[in-house]
């Protein structure tokens, strides 16, 4: 699977969004650009407005103002979360989100690719080709010998990796990853690092992340958020190197 | 080779469930023959009144499982189910009454009783078509069905979840409990339908009738149940599940979760609307009683007792509960509220499966040995010796409390506030 970058330039398109909440402006007059095929990393303090963004994104959360764009011209604001994801666009949460009370394989086999109506999973069966996908995937997350235990019978780190093969076996043309390494140790955190830099080679890919090494392991375009709007953007050199960045995350 | 056959597939992982579908089966054809077929006087013969118990037991049972499979596996806490199987009772009850015909206290060929006591003159139109039994049929699936879609539409399109939806399904119920205790409303009000006649030209009162609606209400129960099997073993199934443990996972994987919650919740309703219908004939009566909020509540402890989410424990739990409820309201009525506060605590307790066992157990023993009734009921009696004792000495300890505080505390705090000016003058 390989994404035909010629057909639009940019995936994902946010200009001028405004969201506030009750007088306060999570999102401010943001703007930001991703090309197709890019793998690229958003990272700031909290509350700097990194999950609200992605809730806009995915249509969990309606913009006040401002424009949401994907595949160039797709107008993201008018669909709700089942139908922003069945356009392509994946998600993980912040804290891993996987069906507790399923299986590893049966969580899998829910995200692949596929039918979502009512009548097509009542009646659906799973065909060989399926399931080298979803054998392809446990591999992949290493988490094949497991795969008829329960998910809430996983580490926070196995979860994490669950949810992500889940991602992918989604088959969607942006993973929107919310702090994939959060609770995950070192060698981990670096092993999740190169899952993801797999993963950008066919997907375009969207990490949030706060740990530093890990997006210097991602090796990509960064952007800094702070109170709702860009700070500073380049690669991970050239932000560090921003007085203004040091600022917001060393303190005043 | 065994062929993998679809009845085969639905049974093969559920061990429990295969003895509980077994068991009733088996009931399904032997009731009926000790009570028709074995001379009465005989030790094994089964009196009808216990064949009609033993129908309205299983129309429960189809009730709970109704419950299990929008909460136990899609987690939808529905407090009105007693709404649709109220509604569904009182679809057949409008058929039994165009029965009775002309049978009627007033002799009346064309208004049923109660309409000719209100002095209507004629029939009203939502009456009309249930002289015939194919209409009612329509009806029986359609009216909790539409009821359940309309209110599950707009539920489920504003994403009401949780406890508000439990409170809402209460009040709905609660709402149509008092609109069919109004004359006007034109289902009886406060007496509701009663002194059938006929179901389909048989005398309803007849053991053969009787036995034949026993027979009915345990199929229907295991075709329903090899039918829920079905929905929870299937994708669609794990679905519900996926909603019930991370709902906006879900809807990030891209599943329309209102569309699933709202067919899950519409054929829930059927069901229930189902198990009323079949429960109205056995039982002689339906009045707005079965709309009470309570019912609905007590769906619930069924279920939880018996274990959410497995389907054969609704039928268990439902089937105990009752079973129990006759029991002690047989021989101490007072007690039953208490015993069945102290089941429900019991099965959050062990809330495993576990407890569908001693449960069971517990009942043999009620039932078969005297001795072992008594020691039980002793130590039942302890056990509520004790709790009441508990319960008084906290009573006469917040008394005190109380007293202490108004009498004490209170005065001391006041006056402190005024002295402290003073103090604080002399320091």
């Keep these: ?252 | 080779m065994w062929q993998r056959s679809l009845l085969f597939r639905l049974i093969e992982s559920d061990k429990t469930g295969r003895w509980v579908l077994a068991v009733i089966a088996v009931f399904a054809v032997l009731i009926p023959f000790l009570n028709l077929v074995v001379p009465q006087g005989s030790f094994f013969h089964v009196p009808t009144y216990v064949v009609t118990l033993l129908g309205k037991y299983l129309c429960y049972a189809l009730l709970a499982l109704a419950l299990d499979l929008v909460w136990g596996y899609c987690g939808i806490l529905s407090l009105g189910h007693g709404a649709f199987f109220a509604l569904g009772g009182y679809a057949m009850g409008m058929y039994l009454m165009r029965q009775i015909g002309d049978r009627g206290v007033y002799g009346n060929p064309e208004l049923p009783d109660f309409m000719v006591f209100l002095n209507w003159d004629a029939l009203p139109w939502y009456w009309l078509g249930f002289d015939h039994f194919s209409w009612t049929l329509l009806m029986i699936v359609l009216v909790p069905g539409l009821l359940a879609f309309v209110f599950g539409w707009l539920a489920f399109r504003s994403r009401v979840t949780g406890v508000y939806l439990s409170i809402i399904t209460q009040a709905l119920t609660y709402a149509l409990m008092q609109a069919f205790f109004l004359n006007d409303f034109g289902f009886g009000g406060n007496n509701g339908l009663t002194d059938f006649k006929d179901i389909l030209g048989f005398d309803i009162q007849a053991d053969t009738t009787r036995a034949a609606l026993f027979f009915i209400s345990a199929m229907v129960l295991l075709f329903t149940y090899l039918l829920c099997r079905f929905i929870t073993l299937s994708k669609f199934g794990r679905v519900l599940v996926a909603i019930r443990d991370s709902e906006s996972r879900a809807r990030f994987l891209g599943y329309r979760v209102e569309h699933y919650k709202l067919l899950v919740f519409v054929g829930s309703a059927v069901i229930a609307g189902i198990a009323g219908a079949l429960f109205v004939p056995q039982v002689g009566i339906i009045n707005p009683g079965e709309f009470n909020p309570v019912n609905s509540i007590e769906i619930v402890i069924w279920v939880a007792l018996g274990g959410r989410g497995t389907l054969y424990g609704a039928i268990v739990g439902a089937l105990i509960v009752n079973y129990s409820k006759t029991f002690f309201t047989g021989i101490i009525p007072e007690m039953w509220l208490f015993a069945l506060g102290g089941i429900f605590v019991v099965s959050t307790i062990y809330a495993n499966r576990g407890v569908i066992i001693g449960l069971v157990l517990g009942v043999f023993v009620l039932n078969f040995s005297a001795p072992l009734l008594i020691g039980t009921l002793l130590g039942q009696f302890l056990l509520l010796a004790k709790f009441f004792t508990i319960v008084f000495i906290s009573a006469v300890y917040f008394e005190k409390l109380f007293i202490k505080f108004k009498h004490v505390v209170l005065p001391l705090l006041s006056s402190l506030r005024h002295k402290k000016p003073e103090a604080d003058a002399a320091s």
């Excluded at chain 1, 890990?214 to 380049?234: I, K, N, P, Q, W």
């Excluded at chain 1, 960045?245 to 005043?252: A, D, I, K, T, W």
């Design chain 1, 1 to 252: 699977m390989t994404i035909s970058t010629d057909a639009y330039t940019s995936i994902l398109y946010l200009n001028g969004v405004t969201k506030s909440f009750d007088g306060f402006k999570a999102i401010n007059n943001l703007s930001i650009d991703i090309a197709a095929g890019e793998l690229c990393a958003i990272i700031g303090p909290n509350g700097a407005g990194k999950s609200t963004m992605m809730d806009i994104i995915t249509g969990k959360t309606k913009p006040d103002q401002g424009e949401v764009r994907f595949k160039d011209n797709i107008d993201l604001t008018r669909y709700d979360e089942a139908d922003i994801a069945n356009l392509g666009i994946g998600r993980k949460f912040q804290k891993p989100t996987v069906i507790e009370s399923l299986s590893i394989w049966q969580n899998v086999d829910l995200a692949l690719a596929g039918g979502r109506g009512i009548w097509q999973t009542m009646f659906a069966k799973l065909s060989a080709e399926d399931k080298n996908k979803i054998e392809r995937i446990l591999d992949l997350i290493g988490l094949s010998a497991k795969r008829d235990e329960l998910a809430m019978n996983l580490s926070h780190g196995q979860k994490q990796w669950l949810e992500i093969g889940m991602l992918i076996i989604q088959e969607p043309e942006v993973l929107l990853v919310d702090e994939p390494a959060g609770g995950m140790t070192d060698v981990e955190t670096m092993a999740t690092a190169r899952l993801l830099k797999e993963i950008s080679a066919d997907h375009s890919v969207v990490v949030v992340e706060h740990d530093m090494e890990f997006v210097r392991a991602l090796d990509c375009r960064v952007t800094v958020l702070h109170e709702g709007s860009v700070l500073a953007e380049g690669s991970l050199e050239k932000v560090s190197a921003d007085e203004r960045v040091v600022e917001v995350y060393l303190g005043r």
